[in-house]
């Protein structure tokens, strides 16, 4: 009988816990700020990629954000919604292509890539720059090709000391807090099947 009383006692003490605990919030009100709530009442900005951190190292998402040079980038990826995939732990190798590489592409390309009816398009483009993995230039020479987080793969090509990932030249890496990213000066598009 002895073990029968003492599950009891123990239940009933988590319970009475639960109670203390829940008592303790009852006074205060919770505020909901709807200001960039979307039709559907869910808050766009949700997620790790929207939580403000000045203590710690940048990751692959701040870099991009914080550079000039990639606003378009930065652009893209808020179009796609893909900010929280760029947070998460990684390690992430992102390849940035510049404003300037997107301005290459066909006029009027990236306007149309950013209506919300191609999301899903742009999406697959942004995944195709992003590979699994920390690697460093050098280190990526050793490989013919990566595979990217569109679950299809990019060839790598080495040139004297240049190295070319879907034929856009690394021209810059600056480490990131969950990664690194790699500037480039062409966006590379995935292949069609």
């Known amino acids: 009988m ?57 990751n692959v998402l701040n870099i991009a954000i914080g550079s000039p040079d990639h606003t378009t980038l930065v652009a893209a990826v ?3 919604s893909l900010e929280n995939v760029l947070v998460n732990a990684g390690p992430l190798m992102v390849f940035a292509p510049t404003n300037e590489a997107f301005d290459a592409l066909p006029e009027g390309t990236v306007e149309d890539l950013l209506k919300p009816e191609n999301k ?19 280190f990526i020479k050793k490989f013919k090709k990566l595979g990217q987080a569109n679950n299809q793969s990019v060839p790598v090509e080495v040139k004297g000391e240049d190295v070319y990932v879907g034929g856009a030249k690394i021209i810059a890496s600056i480490p990131g807090g ?14 069609t099947e």
Request: proline share 5%; with cysteine; charged share 15%.
């Open 78 to 80: 808020q179009a796609a």
């Open 2 to 58: 002895k073990p029968i009383i003492n599950l009891k006692s123990c239940l009933a003490s988590f319970f009475i816990l639960g109670l203390v605990f829940s008592c303790k919030n009852e006074g205060k009100t919770a505020t909901t700020d709807t200001s960039n709530s979307t039709e559907t009442g869910i808050n766009a900005n949700q997620g790790q990629a929207f939580i403000e951190d000045d203590g710690s190292t940048p």
């Open 120 to 138: 899903e398009a742009l999406a697959n483009i942004l995944k195709f720059h992003v590979t699994p993995g920390n690697y460093s230039k050098d």
């Open 178 to 191: 969950n990664g690194i990213v790699h500037v480039v000066d062409k966006v590379m598009l995935p292949p």
